[in-house]
């Protein structure tokens, strides 16, 4: 029972494994063009490269080897873009982590991974690990030095919504297929501006830096004091990555020009009717994606529908679904999980990694994720699929978001409940929900079996800030009951 899509293509990562960095090769042939805007400046490639450049002496001469992790444990800005590539330069293990993790749980992954030397913007007080100071004002004109693309680059930690986060490991080729395969649909060019929404400790946000530095075009970072809308039009926005929320907000001003947008790009799933009606209002190219850490980012993309699919296979991807399960490979493909005992590869004999993701192909070849292994439950004997009963309540138009999860039942063992988001719930409190239930009741008759449908919902907690383009379930429910 296996469907199995590929896409191949002779890969010149094979062919040159030395190289350049992209930084580096675009501040060559573009060097005037700019890279990246930061608080109303605008970096030029020439001048962000000697930047980075001189970043790398600083950290050699510091005592940073390569294959070292250096962790960054800071929001995004400047000297998070410029570490990135300095630690390409110099070889280094560039690891990102949150800074809303608790210091505790900062504190054993920088244990947990031996990491001698960390960089934040504020004190932290860690033991064991030495905080450095850095200045990307000291440039460095010395000429960029090949690098190997296929050496460890990175490290991203997975969610971790359960127990302690593993660490993806990822060179720069894996980074580079991914990012030439992401383009072959959403096409980025020279010029274009991307808003760096997403943090550089999730893939998306790294994924963002690649994507732009391969064809000169430009990181937008985010300024908070400028309302969505504001930012696009002065910076002349191009292509942004959103979750939902941040999208309603984009959308709420009916005056805002949003003309220079050519491509928005949203998590994976099904997109409300009622933000699809917007978006098409607005004369906006959405797209949603299935991706993950592991693979570097995006996996498949498509056009944003409101049946839940997520587009067809990317170029340097491989994907087959046996008996429902979505196996993937390819040049995308992280390296391994960073371990005390090296990187270790999660992979069967043929190099096909494990998603524990559900899918199917359609009619039209697009995937539709169904749901995670991990996430079903079982209700009175019957398999429970939340994400295939999330999809369904969110054809509803007054709803932009929903997470179902189990609730214990004596009679039963579990009972599906919903957390939802949108306009249907405003004005409702969690004590007077019950009409609010039998409208979905009826909604949802003709559209899910009875055993299926939720049997309480609970409004979507306003203290929930959602950080990447997948929403964090586990964190939702706890706030939320």
Not at 402 to 409: L, M, N, S
Request: hydrophobic content about 40%.
């Amino acid at each position: 029972m296996t469907d199995s899509h590929a896409d191949k293509m002779v890969s010149p990562l094979e062919i040159s494994p030395m190289r350049i960095s992209p930084l580096h090769s675009a501040a060559l042939t573009f060097p005037e063009q700019t890279a990246v805007k930061c608080n109303g400046q605008d970096i030029s490639y020439a001048s962000l490269s000697q930047m980075v450049l001189g970043l790398g002496e600083q950290l050699t001469r510091i005592g940073i080897r390569q294959g070292q992790p250096l962790a960054c444990i800071s929001r995004n800005n400047l000297e998070m873009i410029c570490l990135y590539w300095a630690c390409i330069d110099i070889g280094a293990i560039f690891f990102p982590i949150s800074p809303r993790f608790p210091l505790a749980q900062v504190q054993g992954l920088i244990d947990s991974h031996q990491i001698p030397c960390y960089w934040s913007e504020t004190e932290l007080g860690l033991t064991g690990c030495t905080q450095l100071s850095l200045d990307v004002a000291q440039i460095s004109t010395t000429p960029a030095k090949t690098v190997d693309i296929q050496r460890p680059c990175n490290v991203i930690l997975t969610s971790g919504s359960s127990g302690f986060p593993k660490a993806a490991v990822h060179n720069l080729a894996n980074h580079i297929a991914n990012a030439e395969g992401a383009r072959s649909l959403i096409p980025l060019i020279k010029g274009d501006a991307w808003l760096l929404s997403l943090p550089l400790f999730h893939i998306g946000g790294l994924a963002i830096l690649n994507r732009c530095a391969l064809v000169a075009a430009i990181v937008v970072l985010p300024e908070s004091n400028l309302a969505l809308q504001e930012q696009v039009e002065r910076d002349a926005l191009t292509h942004i990555s959103l979750v939902p929320t941040q999208l309603l907000n984009l959308l709420a001003d009916k005056q805002a020009s949003l003309t220079s947008i050519k491509a928005l790009l949203l998590g994976g799933g099904a997109v409300s009717i009622d933000l699809l009606k917007q978006l098409e209002q607005r004369h906006i190219a959405s797209f949603t994606s299935y991706g993950m850490t592991e693979m570097g980012s995006q996996i498949t993309t498509g056009p944003a529908l409101s049946d839940g699919t997520s587009g067809k296979l990317l170029p340097r991807r491989e994907l087959k679904i046996v008996d429902d399960v979505i196996w993937v490979r390819g040049e995308c493909l992280f390296m391994g999980y960073l371990t005390e005992n090296g990187i270790e590869k999660p992979l069967d004999a043929d190099s096909w990694f494990y998603t524990k993701d559900k899918g199917e192909w359609d009619a039209n070849g697009n995937l539709k994720i169904l749901g995670r292994v991990d996430n079903m439950f079982i209700c009175g004997g019957e398999n429970i699929q939340p994400e295939e009963i999330e999809a369904a309540l969110k054809l509803h138009p007054l709803i932009d978001e929903a997470i179902v999860f189990p609730q214990p039942d004596i009679t039963y063992g579990q009972l599906p409940a919903a957390i939802i988001r949108g306009n249907i719930i405003r004005g409702n409190t969690s004590q007077d929900m019950s009409t609010i239930e039998k409208q979905l009741e009826q909604f949802l008759a003709d559209k899910i079996a009875r055993f299926k449908r939720p049997r309480r919902y609970y409004p979507w907690p306003e203290n929930a800030e959602q950080i990447g383009l997948k929403v964090n379930r586990q964190l939702i429910i706890k706030l939320a009951i």
